[in-house]
């Protein structure tokens, strides 16, 4: 396993729509365990493949909530090819912050429930409901794959000014 790079805003990369995966082969694995490990690393609770750079349709999250020293039970999954197949009416608002967005966190609406459909590690085809936090990390890690991102949920103005942001922060990082 090998830490990776967490690609931040503005990079273009992220708005790249990435490719499906043919077949769960020994480089997937790999890169998932990279995935795990930035993840934990950062930390977060979920992370799409385009975020370190690999327009694969690849998503690793664990929801399991560590303790004050960030450990305890982890529950690692990973999520191949996923695409949401239906969505309640019903919506629900969370704030979302993301790795690639760091220390920026806004409300963000979106369906309270959805049914997903994604390849496991062992290459099985296998479709879940989701709802609560679930449903809100699935919705956002598969807009990642999609160049979507939750920033493009807020108004223009909060967009506007988050762009900025990062534009300049990134400027100040290059010189």
């Known amino acids: 396993m090998s830490l990776r790079e967490i690609i931040i805003l503005p990079d273009r990369q992220l708005r790249l729509v990435s490719k499906p995966v043919e077949k769960v082969t020994p480089d997937i694995r790999q890169l998932v365990d990279d995935m795990f490990q930035t993840m934990y690393d950062a930390p977060g609770i979920g992370l799409a493949a385009i975020q370190i750079a690999q327009p694969l349709r690849v998503i690793t999250m664990d929801l ?5 020293n960030g450990e305890g039970k982890r529950e690692p999954r990973v999520f191949i090819n996923p695409e949401i197949i239906a969505k309640s009416d019903e ?6 912050g993301c790795l690639s967005i ?3 966190y806004e409300e963000v609406e979106r369906p309270a429930r ?3 459909r994604f390849t496991d590690i062992d290459g099985v085809v296998r479709e879940e409901d989701a709802e609560g936090l679930y449903a809100t990390c699935i919705q956002h890690e598969i807009d990642h794959l999609n160049g979507v991102l939750f920033i493009d949920y807020l108004s223009k103005l909060k ?3 988050v762009m900025k942001k990062f534009t300049k922060a990134a400027k100040r990082a290059g010189e």
Not at 64 to 68: E, G, I, L, M, Y
Request: proline letters at 10%; hydrophobic letters at 30%; aromatic letters at 10%.
């Open 64 to 68: 399991a909530k560590p303790d004050a």
């Open 91 to 96: 919506l629900s608002v969370y704030e979302e």
């Open 102 to 104: 760091p220390e920026y």
């Open 114 to 116: 959805v049914r997903v």
């Open 159 to 161: 967009r506007d000014r």
